[in-house]
Every structure is written in structure tokens, then in C-alpha cells.
């Protein structure tokens, strides 16, 4: 169909029709309601950045600066990075706008991030997330109010059951260097087997060794040392704390004591909500806490703790949202019909019916639209009718109908769907 001069979309975006859009918006509307409970306040934050923010703060050793970003100069020969998440444009925010007036900060935010990935199902290059941030709170609380939300989210999505909560801790500086120490013998005692990126890994990150999807650094990564011998009191007690806050809330959670996160900045607590529905792509939602965050952008140390969830990823593991239906069909017969109908259709929106009608068309192509369209009722505007100033109001699954004065057709259907 399409000429070879047509453009064709980008490799790993996505344009979002029907039954996709639907996921999407489901997901999205369920966050928004979630987090309006939890008293997280809505933002909105810019799409690009300097490319600083992210290289600064992600770190340059991950996955996501190295190889993954979506880097261009601008017409002004600044360095400038498309999102490829939302933690570190928060960050710079809360230092750029003032916003550490207001700590500890809860917020929300959702929309599209870019990673150069090879695109496959539930992976993309333009996809979507959910985000929310707890900025300015050093307690162990503000970790479990967020997780309890996340758990909330998934919940009212539907997926909860499918869907399992791994948590770890990274402990704090002095914790998380004893176990470095002791993951870099493990793994330099299995250097010939690793990956390359591994090996580069365990020059400048060795903890990311353990988050290695290559199936050669699979097993070596699995029969790694966990943190627990080395677990200082603090983080141990700040961990539990954690845990016993899960419990309180009846969130059921498991320990994965090899969970560690792609990005430099965490400590104490790590977390995975994975499924198994989605083969590779089986994390949906991952955060924890990045207490280091700040700092390496700048600004004071200032503890923080989040969360960010893939919209695809949970739109697929959902039920088909049902399809929007309308309450009303407006059916006008003949010229002077059609013509009063516009009133008729403007009135019954503007008093929150909602309805439709079709732009052309005669009765039954109309009345097959309105079916079609979901309508209970349709609205039937005929010459005679409308001398007599009425319109006959036809209940579509009995077939039912009544005359109804055109100024009470807003309050009889209100009336009749409330029933
Ligand atoms: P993965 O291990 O699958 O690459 P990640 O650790 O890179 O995920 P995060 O940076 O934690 O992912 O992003 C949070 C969430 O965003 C993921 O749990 C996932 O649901 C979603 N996500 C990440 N990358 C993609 C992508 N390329 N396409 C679609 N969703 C994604
Ligand atoms: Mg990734």
C-alpha cells in the first residue's frame, strides 16, 4: 500500500491505537488514582536534558549512559540527551527549582523515555513509565509507603496475584564496600569465563555483574556471595525496618539477595516487581533507594528513595479494558431533524450525557452506529416529533420506547441510567 518515499515509523516506537491505547490509558489513569491516595503530587518535567544530568548521576559504567542514550547537539552545540528515565531530571529539578523547601517531597510523573535497545516484545526504544519519588526522607517509612503503593497500583490493575515483590538491600557505604570486596574475588576466581562487559565491569562495577542478563555470566553471577555476611547493624536495622513495614501492610515480598539495580546510586533498599507472563521482559516495575543521587549532581546529600514502572509492560499483563461505550445516540430523520439535532446533541453533553451522531446517514445506518457504538438509548428526532416538541427515546436493548419532552431528555436519562 504504502510508496517507498512514504516515511515509515522509527524502529522501536509505537503509535497507540484502540485496543493498545486503551491499556495505556487504564494504566495510566490507575496510577494517577493510586498516587492521588498516597498524597503524591502530580509534575511535569522536560523530555531532554543536559546530557550531564544523566551521565552524572546514572553513571557512566551502566548500560543505560554507555550504550542506551539518545544524545544529540543542538542547533546551539549543546550536548543534549532524550529521558531514558525520570529519576535523574526529578533530581535535577529539585535542585534547579527550589524545591527543597518543601521536603520530604512525594511525587508523581509519567510519560515517554528513550533507550537505544534492540526492540523486541515488551521493549522499546520510545516506551513509557510511571514514576514516583520520595525526596528528603532519610526514613525507612517513606520506602514502604512506596512500596505499599506500588502494591496498591498492581492491585487495582488486576496483576497483583501474577506479579512478586523481590527485595534487597545495598546496604550503606560501609556495608556495600565489604561486599564489593568480596563479589570482586568471586568473580576474579571465574574471570575466564565471564562476558567481556562483565570484565569491564568488574574493573569499574563489579556489582553490576550480578544484574548481567548474558547467559555466561548467568551462573556466576547466581552462585555469588549475597550481602547478609557483611551487612553492617545499621542497614541490617534499617532493612528490617523495611520488612516489618511490608508485613504490617500485608504486602508479601521475597528476598532475592542478588537483586542489585543497573543504576550507581542505590543503597539500603532495592526492589523488583517481576512476573513470569512476560518471558525476558519480566521486571515491571524496580526501584529503590539513591541517597547518593543528589550529591552527584551537586547539591547537598539528600536522601531519597522511588520507583518506576514500564506502561507496556503492565498493559499487557491486564485485562482488555472494556471499549468506551456512550449512553446516548442522537438520530435525526430528514433536514429540519438534523438541524434542531445539534441542539439536542449540545444540550445532553453539556449535561454530562454522553452521546454521539453519526454525520450522515440514513435511519438505519444510524441506528446501526448506535449499536455499534455501545449506546443504551437513542434518541429518535422525526418531523412530527419535533412539532409536537418531543423526541422518542428508545431504550436499544429491549426496544422499549417513550416520548419525552426535548427539554426533560437529560433528566429521563439521567434518571433511567441511574436506575
Ligand atoms: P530491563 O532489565 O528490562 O532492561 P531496566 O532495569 O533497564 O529493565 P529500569 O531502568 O529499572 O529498567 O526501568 C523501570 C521499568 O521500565 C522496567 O522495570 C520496565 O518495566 C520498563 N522498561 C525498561 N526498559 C524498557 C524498554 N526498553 N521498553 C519498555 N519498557 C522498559
Ligand atoms: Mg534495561
Redesign the pocket.
Known amino acids: 500500500m504504502s510508496r517507498s518515499d512514504t516515511p515509515q515509523r522509527i524502529r ?1 516506537t509505537q503509535d497507540l491505537f484502540g485496543e493498545a491505547a486503551r491499556r495505556h490509558h487504564a494504566v495510566v489513569s490507575a496510577f494517577d488514582r493510586v498516587r492521588g491516595l498516597y498524597g503524591f503530587q502530580r509534575v511535569e518535567i522536560p523530555i531532554f536534558e543536559a546530557t550531564a544530568v544523566f551521565a552524572r548521576s546514572i553513571g557512566e559504567t551502566t ?2 549512559v554507555s550504550k ?1 542514550m539518545y544524545t544529540f547537539e543542538d542547533r546551539g552545540g549543546d550536548s543534549l540527551t532524550l529521558r ?2 525520570f529519576t535523574a531530571g526529578l533530581s535535577r529539578a529539585y535542585l534547579t527549582e527550589g524545591w527543597q523547601q518543601f521536603v520530604p517531597l512525594k511525587l508523581a510523573t509519567h510519560g515517554p ?1 528513550f ?1 537505544y ?1 534492540r ?1 523486541q516484545k ?4 520510545q ?3 510511571i514514576d514516583a519519588e520520595i525526596i528528603g526522607a532519610a526514613e525507612p517509612q517513606a520506602d514502604v509507603e512506596l512500596l505499599v503503593m506500588a502494591d496498591q497500583l498492581l492491585r487495582e490493575l488486576g496483576i497483583a496475584d501474577g506479579v512478586t515483590l523481590q527485595l534487597n538491600t545495598l546496604g550503606d557505604a560501609e556495608t556495600r564496600d565489604a561486599w564489593r570486596a568480596a563479589l570482586v574475588a568471586h568473580f576474579e576466581a571465574h574471570r575466564g569465563e565471564l562476558s567481556e562487559d562483565s570484565l569491564v565491569r568488574l574493573d569499574k562495577n563489579p556489582l553490576r555483574i550480578l ?1 548481567s ?1 548474558d547467559p555466561r555470566d548467568r551462573p556466576i553471577a547466581d552462585a555469588a556471595p549475597g550481602i547478609d555476611a557483611h551487612m553492617s547493624s545499621e542497614a541490617g536495622a534499617f532493612f528490617e525496618a523495611v520488612t516489618k513495614g511490608l508485613d504490617a501492610a500485608g504486602v508479601a515480598w521475597t528476598r532475592n539477595a542478588r537483586l542489585v ?3 550507581d546510586y542505590y543503597r539500603h533498599t532495592a526492589f ?2 517481576v512476573t513470569d507472563r512476560l518471558g ?8 529503590g533507594r539513591y541517597d547518593g543521587l543528589i550529591e552527584s549532581l551537586g547539591g547537598p546529600a539528600t536522601p531519597a528513595v522511588g ?8 498493559g499487557m499483563l491486564i485485562d482488555e479494558p472494556a471499549k468506551p461505550t456512550i449512553d446516548v445516540a442522537v438520530v435525526p430523520m430528514g433536514a429540519a431533524a438534523e438541524a434542531a439535532a445539534g441542539g439536542v446533541i449540545a444540550t445532553l453533553r453539556r449535561a454530562g450525557v454522553a452521546c454521539d451522531m453519526a454525520y450522515k446517514g440514513n435511519m438505519k445506518k444510524r441506528m446501526q452506529k448506535a449499536d455499534a457504538a455501545g449506546a443504551r438509548f437513542a434518541v429518535i428526532l422525526g418531523e412530527d416529533e419535533l412539532a409536537r416538541g418531543e423526541a422518542s427515546v428508545k431504550r436499544l436493548a429491549t426496544g422499549e420506547q417513550a416520548a419525552v419532552p426535548l427539554d426533560r431528555i437529560a433528566a429521563w436519562i439521567g434518571v433511567e441510567t441511574a436506575a
Not at 280 to 287: D, E, S
Open positions: 522501536g548500560d543505560v542506551e531514558p528515565e523515555v533507550r535497545e526492540p515488551g521493549r522499546y526504544r516506551f513509557h513509565q544484574d542478563k539495580r543497573g543504576l523488583e516487581f525476558a521482559q519480566g521486571t515491571v516495575l524496580a526501584g520507583w518506576a514502572a514500564g506502561i507496556e509492560r503492565l
